[in-house]
């Protein structure tokens, strides 16, 4: 995975920003790619920080693309759509590693960690029946990211 041309200037832009660099490569996933109906909720608070301020577009495109992999393993994705399974539990691994590479090109491995914990967290509250905590741990690794107490990334606990 390297860094492309879909460079987001404005974080309100990330999910449209994301959809086109899946539309970019012809891959499997590239004709299942859809326009997002909505915003981009989480990366929105993860850009709004202090730690994002050098790239607040970026970190607003990671937190997305990160979220919108969870979503095709667990819930409804925002941009694909008519895809079979597997494919999405695919499109959704490579949207994790996607987010993860791109945090890592901006040098910020605590918010990697962050991210890290936010996936496994996600996996073992749906593994335990415990969905209903999602939401709330989105939020607070997103507040997490932002860096917002103006320290070091504290990791929320799960």
Do not use: K, N
Request: one cysteine or more; a negative charge.
């Amino acid at each position: 995975m390297t860094r492309d041309s879909s460079s987001v200037s404005d974080p309100a832009d990330a999910l449209h920003a994301l959809a086109a660099l899946l539309r970019e490569g012809a891959t499997p996933i590239t004709p299942p790619v859809v326009d997002p109906a909505e915003e981009p909720a989480f990366g929105l608070v993860a850009a709004a920080g202090p730690r994002a301020a050098r790239a607040p577009a970026e970190y607003a495109l990671v937190v997305e693309a990160v979220r919108e992999g969870y979503l095709l393993h667990y819930g409804e994705p925002r941009l694909l759509t008519g895809h079979d399974a597997d494919l999405g539990l695919l499109a959704g691994d490579y949207l994790y590693a996607l987010g993860i590479e791109r945090l890592a090109a901006l040098g910020d491995g605590d918010a990697i960690l962050v991210l890290a914990d936010l996936i496994s967290g996600c996996a073992r509250h749906h593994a335990e029946g415990s969905a209903d905590r999602v939401p709330e741990l989105w939020q607070r690794s997103a507040e997490a990211i932002a860096g917002r107490d103006g320290g070091a990334v504290r990791r929320p606990r799960q």
